[in-house]
């Protein structure tokens, strides 16, 4: 008698039973539904941003970057979260944080600098990566042509202007005969831009003296021996290391009465006379641009790399004359040339 009410009550359970696992089921597919449907309702994407160091075209990048992400209609912890990451110049610390985006695998890797590629190439096969503030792609591993690369990046080239520089000094300079800069011989990118620089150099008639640095704490010293060689002007070519110390290289060259040329607009307002500069906040925007592609469905390896869209010409009048550099009156008033105070 009680087995069977044992079973009788079993029996009068189970519809209950089958509801509580349809619900169930609905739940599961819901959740899986979401996971992937690009809706309101679904999940955020994750983004994450891996940076080499502290210097203007990180900040200047990462502030593109987040305001690419605005232009492209995604609202910040609604539609995405971003995560970033700073090795502050260490490498050890730079291959822990991408291994750690690999272990995350979040929808995407926005990556700046040249040594963070290079560590991704290594590092990161199946995640989608953009990159910015990277002279030469190509040189750092990314693929063999800005069409034929990697399966799993795409991104933009910031390679400096140097035949626009090379101009600009004989245009405001024109009895220059040698310029100067300091280089970073560990750093592909350094090496890449000091080749393009000496190139058009030379081939506008012009010398190249280079100094290499090795850490930052030899930026005064190799500022000091690269202006005992007297050059004409410093041509400051573009890395991560001189480029965050541009501030102490600017103030020895004025106390030695050497006019300094840049590539970063931070520069012109630290002194430089005038800097041609790729506009690295447009780099990061421009790079959200093909995020964009990824995240609509199309594969990195159908998106070519890019240059960046948009370089910067800024004149420091006031630096011009503490170095008694005469402009040209043909400057005046030109719409491309932004005067920096």
Request: net charge positive.
């Amino acid at each position: 008698m009680k087995f069977s009410s044992a079973k009788s009550t079993k029996k009068a359970a189970w519809p209950f039973i089958r509801v509580l696992l349809i619900l169930a089921a609905i739940a599961a597919a819901i959740l899986v539904i979401n996971k992937f449907a690009n809706q309101p309702n679904g999940i955020k994407k994750r983004f994450v941003l891996i940076q080499f160091n502290d210097s203007p075209l990180s900040d200047l990048s990462r502030q593109g970057i987040i305001d690419g992400l605005t232009s492209i209609g995604l609202v910040s912890k609604k539609d995405y979260e971003l995560s970033v990451s700073n090795a502050q110049g260490d490498i050890t610390t730079l291959n822990l944080m991408l291994d750690a985006a690999v272990t995350d695998r979040p929808d995407l890797v926005f990556i700046t600098s040249t040594p963070t590629l290079q560590a991704a190439v290594k590092k990161i096969r199946d995640i989608p990566v953009v990159f910015t503030v990277v002279a030469d792609p190509i040189l750092a591993g990314a693929g063999a042509s800005f069409e034929k690369h990697l399966t799993n990046m795409t991104g933009i080239s910031t390679l400096g202007d140097y035949n626009g520089m090379v101009g600009w000094v004989k245009t405001i300079m024109p009895k220059a005969r040698v310029i100067g800069t300091l280089y970073t011989p560990s750093e592909a990118n350094s090496v890449k831009n000091i080749n393009e620089l000496k190139k058009y150099a030379e081939h506008a008639g012009l010398t190249l003296i280079a100094v290499p640095v090795f850490s930052s704490q030899e930026i005064t010293d190799a500022t000091l021996s690269l202006t005992s060689r007297k050059p004409d002007v410093i041509c400051q070519v573009i890395d991560n290391l001189t480029s965050s110390s541009s501030g102490t290289i600017i103030k020895i060259a004025r106390e030695q009465k050497i006019p300094v040329f840049g590539f970063v607009s931070d520069q012109a307002k630290k002194g430089a006379v005038l800097v041609v500069s790729r506009d690295y906040h447009q780099a990061g925007a421009d790079a959200v641009k093909l995020a964009k592609k990824i995240l609509d469905g199309e594969s990195p390896s159908k998106i070519p790399f890019e240059f960046v869209s948009r370089t910067e010409i800024l004149l420091n009048p006031e630096a011009a004359a503490f170095f008694k550099i005469s402009l040209p009156a043909s400057l005046s008033g030109r719409s491309d040339i932004t005067i920096v105070k």
